[in-house]
């Protein structure tokens, strides 16, 4: 059975440019603020459209409220929280050291 979702194309597509990403920064071509800018901009992008897309899926069902819109909502919603995650994991990554003190034993 084939997975309606494009998972893995996102994730290879997301790392590879998150590793050239990382290359240009480390390579004094692209500065590291610019280098967090873009990833920070692109998860407030997914988590924004990935909201909007569930909120209008919930006043669909819930009210009937429906737009005639030419996209699959449903699959625009799954696919974002795809890329989301993937970014947040970087996220996450760049931010570990927050985490370590947070966790450490008292």
Do not use: C
């Not at 449903?74 to 570990?96: D, K, P, Q, R």
């Amino acid at each position: 059975m084939e997975s309606p979702y494009i998972i893995m194309p996102i994730a290879i597509g997301l790392v590879a440019l998150y590793i050239i990403s990382f290359f240009l920064t480390k390579k004094n071509i692209l500065p590291l603020v610019t280098h967090k800018r873009i990833w920070n901009i692109a998860l407030f992008l997914s988590f924004f459209v990935t909201g909007i897309t569930g909120m209008m899926q919930a006043l669909r069902v819930n009210y009937g409220w429906f737009l005639q819109i030419p996209l699959d909502i449903t699959f625009m919603h799954v696919e974002l929280g795809i890329v989301m995650f993937f970014i947040a994991v970087f996220h996450i990554l760049w931010h570990s050291y927050y985490f370590k003190d947070f966790f450490k034993k008292r």
